[in-house]
């Protein structure tokens, strides 16, 4: 474990290769018999599975929220054998990254997609990885690994049920791509969906997109009645799925990254404090890892003098390295030489109760989000990973009532 200078330790790197969201597809690619992928979760031979992701879960929030959600906690309570129960996101703890590995397998270090907001050597200015892509970015010269529903042509059926909106877009074309995709806007369309996709398939996998914990987390915070009925929304969204999907599915629950909740005096505008932009170039990444790239030609002296005025203003509630320093720890895997300038030269993850916005590029509303994630705490860096197999052996048994 590698010492920050302010004394807090950072937390160890993802496990890559063992335990973390870029093993979920390969194992589920070897669960179904398909060749070349390493099932290092541990997951059963079965010909379906249908992988759940839940945009916005962390493992944290799910234990804490036990009674809002009786069907998953009845399935985490029955136990699932070796598969492991908890998961590490990518880091950045970010939609753009963690996708990015699920999709592909590999960690953001060799796919390039390091967070919300990445700067592009190539063009010289920051890009947006989610919502609003830069139209001269091409998705799959910027990411170019296959992904694993690609590898898995010719082997299983795959599908994406996901909102309509995503279908053909960038982010979609970057991480995800491969496959059929299956449009549908409720809860309770997709599910009838994704059930009626795998029953027409005897061997597939299903990928079924949720994102209402997410914007509910970002809108009204983790503590909010309306978070909790989103939860309590997905929760009866899989119990349905459970009871369609064809007998001995394997479903596999998981999240992207956690989330925590910002107060408004702690979303801080560094834009407006000039003596925290001296000397910086480009600002990306997300509120609660800020990348921070220098101006051309900054030499070591320079670089230490921007770490040291960032350290002297938040040095007690966030993680500031170098991006040496951040590779060396591991936090974005092993990096292909083409995705270090993507990287800042100095990163600051916050692990206090702060949110760093550039006012200069940020969207004003950006300032009323609640939840936040993106850094490497335990309750943004930590997933769920449920597993039961759709009427069988794997859900608990149902009491006989007397």
């Given at each position: 474990?590698?010492?920050?200078?302010?004394?807090?330790?950072?937390?160890?790197?993802?496990?890559?290769?063992?335990?973390?969201?870029?093993?979920?597809?390969?194992?589920?690619?070897?669960?179904?018999?398909?060749?070349?992928?390493?099932?290092?979760?541990?997951?059963?031979?079965?010909?379906r599975i249908c992988l759940v992701m839940v945009d916005g879960l962390g493992r944290s929030l799910l234990t804490s929220r036990a009674a809002h959600t009786p069907f998953l906690r009845e399935r985490m309570q029955a136990g699932q054998g070796a598969i492991p129960d908890v998961l590490?996101?990518?880091?950045?703890?970010?939609?753009?990254?963690?996708?990015?590995?699920?999709?592909?397998?590999?960690?953001?270090?060799?796919?390039?997609?390091?967070?919300?907001?990445?700067?592009?050597?190539?063009l010289g200015r920051v890009v947006n990885q989610l919502n609003g892509w830069d139209p001269d970015v091409d998705p799959l010269a910027w990411q170019p690994f296959p992904t694993v529903f690609e590898r898995l042509e010719g082997h299983a059926h795959v599908a994406t049920v996901s909102l309509p909106q995503f279908e053909g877009s960038p982010m979609t074309r970057a991480a995800l791509r491969g496959g059929e995709f299956i449009g549908a806007t409720t809860l309770h369309a997709r599910t009838t969906a994704a059930a009626a996709a795998m029953a027409a398939h005897p061997r597939m996998i299903a990928y079924f997109y949720l994102n209402e914990v997410d914007k509910a987390g970002h809108d009204y915070g983790c503590d909010s009645p309306e978070w909790e009925a989103a939860l309590e929304e997905v929760d009866a969204c899989v119990r349905r799925l459970g009871s369609q999907l064809p007998a001995g599915t394997l479903v596999l629950v998981v999240g992207d990254h956690g989330m925590v909740d910002i107060p408004p005096a702690r979303r801080i505008d560094f834009g407006a404090e000039?003596?925290?932009?001296?000397?910086?170039?480009?600002?990306?990444?997300?509120?609660?890892?800020?990348?921070?790239?220098?101006?051309?030609?900054?030499?070591?002296?320079?670089?230490?003098?921007?770490?040291?005025?960032?350290?002297?203003?938040?040095?007690?509630?966030?993680?500031?390295?170098?991006?040496?320093?951040?590779?060396?720890?591991?936090?974005?895997?092993?990096?292909?030489?083409?995705?270090?300038?993507?990287?800042?030269?100095?990163?600051?993850?916050?692990?206090?109760?702060?949110?760093?916005?550039?006012?200069?590029?940020?969207?004003?509303?950006?300032?009323?989000?609640?939840?936040?994630?993106?850094?490497?705490?335990?309750?943004?860096?930590?997933?769920?990973?449920?597993?039961?197999?759709?009427?069988?052996?794997?859900?608990?048994?149902?009491?006989?009532?007397?």
């Open positions: 474990m590698t010492a920050a200078p302010t004394g807090q330790p950072l937390p160890p790197p993802p496990a890559f290769g063992s335990r973390s969201l870029a093993d979920v597809l390969p194992s589920c690619a070897a669960a179904l018999g398909a060749p070349g992928f390493q099932n290092v979760l541990g997951l059963p031979e079965v010909p590490d996101a990518s880091f950045p703890s970010t939609t753009a990254a963690s996708l990015a590995s699920l999709g592909t397998g590999v960690p953001p270090g060799q796919h390039g997609m390091v967070g919300y907001d990445v700067y592009s050597p190539t000039p003596e925290l932009t001296q000397g910086i170039r480009h600002t990306a990444g997300e509120p609660r890892m800020v990348h921070l790239h220098l101006e051309d030609g900054a030499d070591d002296d320079a670089r230490s003098a921007v770490m040291d005025r960032w350290r002297a203003r938040f040095g007690g509630q966030a993680w500031i390295m170098t991006r040496d320093e951040a590779i060396g720890h591991g936090l974005f895997g092993p990096v292909a030489e083409q995705v270090r300038e993507r990287i800042g030269d100095i990163l600051v993850a916050a692990h206090g109760d702060l949110a760093l916005f550039d006012g200069r590029r940020a969207r004003p509303t950006a300032f009323s989000m609640v939840g936040q994630h993106g850094s490497w705490t335990k309750a943004e860096r930590l997933v769920p990973l449920v597993a039961f197999r759709a009427g069988g052996p794997m859900q608990p048994k149902r009491r006989r009532r007397g």
